[in-house]
């Protein structure tokens, strides 16, 4: 068989001359949403600081495996014409030409419009599409269909993947497969209810054509490969979401608590509380009521794991040094970096220059001091004193970007975050958690010269915690009785459009 006979099932259909035009007015939208389906904005590089950076691909090479692949384009997705099918197992590759998105196969070349779907040839013969030019080390694969638009100076990839295999993506992503398996069922459930409230709510997403996005920013989606007891998890649960006053809960979950997680209203002042989403105890008989600064320092210095059930996690306490020079070079960068992306959150109670103000300078800095926490420990507001003013910065998300144990903000050698086991984290991409006290060091004049961070936990605080999950596990909780620990009040339902 020539290249031309195995590498065309169906030719072209569309004109050569059908040039990949501007991005249209209205973007287009792939596929609108399903209980069966979620649409996933994939990234090219996650933690990019910028939305082009981690979502737009210069150019696109992957390797269709299994049956063979439809190839579709046109301007929107309601009138989408076949261009050519193709045999699997060769490579695929989308470049963009003077702005037009053109495929090349085997030799051959294709101009195409500015959205292109990738799909199964027979629904019978699924495809599974091993990305080729991502910086991840190793190659991810998606199944289900993948949807390109041309966005002019990059292409955005969606895909369009049924929700099982969604989840069974997921949950290795986000849980370690060694977990529990009640652990794991729970995290199964938090995750099916997070992903079919945001499919069913406006996200920012949406605009894209997307239901969310393929990383912290969501929830983590094939970033670890599948693996028998996450498959096993999603399949014991399948179809099981938690509801509360018969909607889908907010089932937000992180890493770590420091003993105890916080209700969202405490540690995102901008969002309403809700009656399931409080702060619980994960600590026994050991009680968390934080009150004073003194009892927070106390408090985040133990080291004994005792009658905590999270003392597994390495993040469960840690501690960070930094001098005063250090934090100058950090917080003169950090910090108007926050007043321009969250002005809401970044005050100036003294001082001539808000931080996003041409020609700020911080000075010399005097004090940081936390003005609000929550009673299980979170800061939830800080205050920087320099010689040039002060400056508040409110909410979690805000705080931890504020304070990167990370060289490339510092200016200086490795910044060393000691974790109370295993090895010392370098150059950590943000703070673990707002969960900390503050020592201070000072000279014989008073001035400041070294700040130490006892802290706890990883990430935000509000809802499940993993390792609380896997020490409730191993306390003899069913997954369900995990489930109403950390969402008391809500009900295990199944998942209705």
């Known amino acids: ?89 060769k490579p695929l590759a989308f470049k963009l030409q003077n702005g037009s998105l053109v495929a090349s196969f085997e030799g051959l070349t294709f101009a195409l419009d500015s959205l292109v779907l990738l799909k199964p040839a027979d629904p019978a013969q699924p495809v599974r599409y091993r990305l080729l030019n991502t910086p991840r080390q190793s190659p991810p694969e998606y199944p289900g269909e993948l949807w390109l638009e041309n966005r002019g100076n990059g292409l955005l990839l969606i895909n369009r993947v049924d929700f099982q295999d969604y989840l069974k993506r997921v949950l290795p992503s986000e849980m370690p497969a060694s977990f529990h398996p009640e652990a794991l069922k729970a995290q199964a459930v938090a995750a099916r209810t997070y992903a079919f409230a945001r499919q069913q709510a406006k996200t920012f997403w949406k605009q894209l054509g997307a239901d969310v996005d393929d990383s912290v920013n969501e929830q983590v989606y094939n970033h670890t490969r599948t693996h028998p007891a996450t498959d096993a998890a999603v399949e014991a649960t399948q179809n099981q979401i938690l509801t509360f006053a018969g909607a889908p809960i907010q089932s937000f979950f992180f890493s770590t608590s420091p003993g105890a997680t916080a209700s969202i209203e405490e540690v995102w002042m901008d969002r309403p509380a809700a009656p399931y989403l409080k702060a619980r105890a994960l600590s026994n008989p050991i009680s968390v009521s934080i009150r004073s600064e003194a009892e927070a320092l106390a408090f985040f210095q133990i080291r004994n794991p005792q009658g905590f059930y999270e003392a597994e996690s390495p993040f469960w306490r840690w501690k960070l040094s930094l001098s005063r020079e250090e934090l100058e070079a950090l917080l003169s960068r950090t910090l108007p970096q926050r007043a321009q992306s969250a002005p809401a959150f970044v005050q100036t109670p003294e001082g001539p220059l808000s931080p996003d ?141």
């Open 1 to 89: 068989m020539t290249k031309m006979q195995w590498a065309l099932v169906l030719v072209f259909t569309l004109g050569v001359g059908l040039l990949a035009t501007s991005r249209p007015q209205n973007p287009p939208q792939p596929a609108q949403p399903s209980q069966q389906h979620i649409r996933v904005l994939l990234s090219y590089r996650q933690g990019a600081g910028t939305f082009e950076g981690q979502y737009l691909f210069p150019e696109l090479s992957l390797l269709p495996q299994g049956g063979s692949v439809q190839l579709l384009s046109g301007e929107q997705s309601e009138n989408l014409r076949p261009v050519v099918s193709l045999f699997a197992g």
């Open 357 to 497: 103000t041409p020609g700020f300078l911080l000075g010399t800095l005097q004090q940081l001091r936390v003005i609000t926490r929550t009673s299980s420990g979170y800061v939830s507001e800080l205050e920087i004193q320099s010689s040039t003013g002060r400056y508040r910065v409110r909410r979690e998300s805000n705080i931890r970007s504020l304070l990167r144990p990370d060289k490339a903000f510092t200016g200086g050698g490795d910044v060393v975050l000691e974790l109370w086991r295993g090895e010392p984290r370098l150059n950590f991409p943000s703070l673990p958690s707002t969960a900390f006290a503050l020592q201070e060091e000072r000279d014989a004049l008073g001035n400041l010269k070294r700040l130490t961070f006892w802290g706890g936990g990883f990430g935000h605080g509000v809802g499940m915690s993993q390792y609380g999950a896997l020490g409730l596990a191993r306390q003899g909780y069913r997954y369900r009785e995990i489930l109403e620990h950390f969402y008391p009040g809500t009900l295990l339902s199944p998942a209705r459009p």
